[in-house]
């Protein structure tokens, strides 16, 4: 059992992603996926009712369901998060950032574009 105030912490996170995830059905540079999944992940600790409601949602709980039976991503989701990772490491270059920091957030980009692009697609 989670202890009441990792329960607030856990709903906070869950409404918060949900809105995020909800802002970036409107707006086409903010992913929608992941959102719905921490959602989703941090409801099932913080609130049961609010995890229920996700998962039966009309919009929302297919991704979710999707994620958790086959371990799938929107294909739309997988290209649009590897474009955006590349626009913010070119801010980065641009803006001149250090080359540790290009070097530390290139590898890292880079496996979360290989671990996003071997995952199943639908």
Known sequence: MVPLSGRTGFQILAYTSIALAAIGVVLPLLPTTPFVLLAAWSASKGSPAFAEWLENHQAFGPAIE??????????????????MLCVSWSVLFIGGAAPAMLVVTGLMFFGLACYLLTRASY
Not at 70 to 81: D, E, N, Q, T
């Open 66 to 83: 999707n994620w958790r039976s086959r371990r799938a991503i929107p294909r739309k989701g997988k290209w649009l998060a590897c474009v």
